[in-house]
């Protein structure tokens, strides 16, 4: 078994497409773990805010595999729109930061909504430049951008 850690946000009405997100999942992997929710101002482009988490799901399908037939049909059942704006407002985004423990996103450090759910689940996650773990620098990332914990939602 493959273990993924999957970003998933929405900034177009994101409450529904993060649930429908989340049911379209369980029907194609294992769901292990689940981050807080996070509500994130728009960065890159004017927008609403942001709903953030992170997923940590099992499955046979390599990481290729996931972007594929797990991301991309979500994705598109969802009715994500691409545009050369890469910080658009969309219904859905889903990408896969973690594979088997390798870290994909070697951004991360510089991205408070791909950062804050990952320290979440990867709390203990070294900086490759000074060491610093995920835990540590989620507190500064969220003061610095104005992120909040939404406790009061669930993707449930």
Not at 14 to 39: F, K, Q, V, Y
Not at 66 to 86: F, H, M, P, W, Y
Not at 125 to 132: F, I, M, T
Request: glycine share 6%; charged share 20%; with cysteine.
């Amino acid at each position: 078994m493959n273990s993924a850690i999957l970003l998933i946000g929405s900034n177009i009405d994101p409450l529904e497409n993060t649930r429908c997100a989340m049911a379209m999942l369980r029907g194609m992997a294992e769901i292990t773990a689940i981050s807080r929710i996070w509500e994130i101002p728009s960065m890159g482009s004017p927008g609403p805010n942001f709903i953030n988490f992170a997923v940590e799901i099992m499955t046979h399908l390599s990481a290729s595999e996931i972007k594929q037939q797990v991301n991309g049909k979500i994705e598109t059942a969802l009715k994500r729109e691409r545009s050369s704006d890469k910080n658009a407002p969309r219904t859905i985004d889903i990408d896969i930061i973690v594979f088997n423990n390798e870290l994909l996103d070697l951004e991360l450090w510089n991205r408070p909504y791909v950062a804050l759910p990952g320290s979440d689940l990867l709390p203990q996650l070294q900086q490759p430049q000074g060491g610093e773990k995920l835990h540590e620098i989620a507190p500064k990332l969220m003061v610095l951008v104005k992120a909040v914990i939404r406790s009061d939602l669930s993707v449930d």
